[in-house]
Nanobody, 119 residues
Framework: QVQLQESGPGLVKPSQMLSLTCTVS??????????WGWIRQPPGKGLEWMGA???????YYSPSFESRTSISRDTSKNQFSLQLSSVTPEDTAVYYC???????????WGQGTQVTVSS
């Protein structure tokens, strides 16, 4: 059974970069045809899909985040990462990593990590 675990700082200052890593166990991030995504939930709001990296390394981003987001991976560590630049307090959210078997039907999720943007 695949398991995902987010890690990264819980507090980021405005204008800085938010960096999170998702460590995957019980399955490889290079297994066809999965994609591995980042989703967030701001307080009092719904889930927001930010982007994903596919089993072959291809990346996909939501237009809402594309200009500020980069998703990468380290296959040797079975990890994938999110970088979000120029953060503002509106980027305060619980950030989740998740596995997508197809068409954004995410079937396995990390527990989520709270990130607060504040000076």
């Amino acid at each position: 059974q695949v398991q995902l675990q987010e890690s990264g700082p819980g507090l980021v200052k405005p204008s800085q970069m938010l960096s999170l890593t998702c460590t995957v166990s019980g399955g490889s991030i290079t297994t066809s045809y999965y994609a591995w995504g980042w989703i967030r939930q701001p307080p009092g709001k719904g889930l927001e899909w930010m982007g994903a990296i596919s089993y072959d390394g291809s990346t996909y981003y939501s237009p809402s985040f594309e200009s500020r987001t980069s998703i990468s991976r380290d296959t040797s560590k079975n990890q994938f990462s999110l970088q979000l630049s120029s953060v503002t307090p509106e980027d305060t959210a619980v950030y989740y990593c998740a596995r997508d078997p197809s068409d954004q039907t995410y079937d396995s999720w990390g527990q989520g990590t709270q990130v607060t943007v504040s000076s």
